[in-house]
């Protein structure tokens, strides 16, 4: 089976800056080159994969554009546009990025944004707008229940944008809620059809060094009661994952239980299928 990776980072401080990271203390301090993974993939069974934006500059993007094209496995880049500019949004991708098969959607990090609600803001709008013109994705980099509130929002002043939750906007499982106000807003989510949901970065979530495949399970299989097989699919969050153990172990338990839960057409959709629709890959 064809499995995708719709959530890999690979970032090098030679190349941007990555101002999250300053004077963390973690093993994430240091540039991570795609050549690192290729071990670990090939032992994982990913066939296919999609680098993700981890910092909001040009400099990110670039890169991961240059590694995309030399990465025959690689064939997408979510990337960062300056989305409080409509026309540097308008021109970065009428001069650089919409002639480049790679550049498939465009991420910010919303959550080191101060106000929750930051994607509501006109100018953003505007450009949320624009690449739906182009055809363009945007993903959600939400970590608490605000964050789903301002997607709803932008579902509906942006209904054309196909977008997807990362990470299933960190729903409680930390905490063992079933499912609280997050499971509130997400059913209310599931009804707006551009709203995807990707499987992914629920080791961290997790908070816990022996999580397993029964701590995720209830918030994986509530994300396919409500949006559905067609609109959910898996990312790594490699190398972030790492602080929850191997990339090997991450899709080992995202197997486990997705196995459990769909019949075999279902896992081709959830592993490759549905994220080639997003995306747009080939």
Known sequence: MQITDTHIHTWNFERAEYAWLNNDLSILNRSYFIEELEEERLAAGITQGILVQAANNFG????????????????????????????????????????????????????????????????????????????????????????????????????????????????????????????????????????????????????????????????VEFALEHFGVDRCFCGGDYPVSLLAGSYVKIWQVYKDVLQDLLRDDELEKVFHKNAVNFYGLV
Not at 154 to 181: C, T, W, Y
């Open 60 to 219: 990110d993007t670039d890169w991961m554009l240059e590694v995309a094209a030399k990465t025959n496995w690689v064939d997408g880049v979510v990337g960062w546009l300056p989305l409080m500019q409509p026309n540097k949004v308008m021109q970065a991708l009428n001069e650089k990025y919409a002639a480049n098969k790679y550049f498939k959607g465009v991420r910010h990090l919303i959550h080191d944004e101060a106000n929750d609600r930051w994607l509501l803001q006109d100018e953003v709008v505007e450009s949320l707008h624009i690449l739906s013109t182009f055809k363009l994705t945007y993903d959600f980099v939400g970590v608490h229940p605000a964050h789903i509130e301002t997607a709803l929002q932008v579902a509906n002043k942006v209904p054309s944008l196909p977008m997807v939750f990362d990470h299933l906007n960190q729903p409680p499982i930390a905490l063992g809620e079933k499912f609280g106000r997050w499971g509130e807003l997400m059913k209310e989510a599931s009804k707006h059809k551009p709203l995807y949901m990707k499987i992914s970065g629920l080791g961290t979530t997790a908070k816990k060094a022996d999580w397993c495949a029964d701590d995720i399970k209830p918030y």
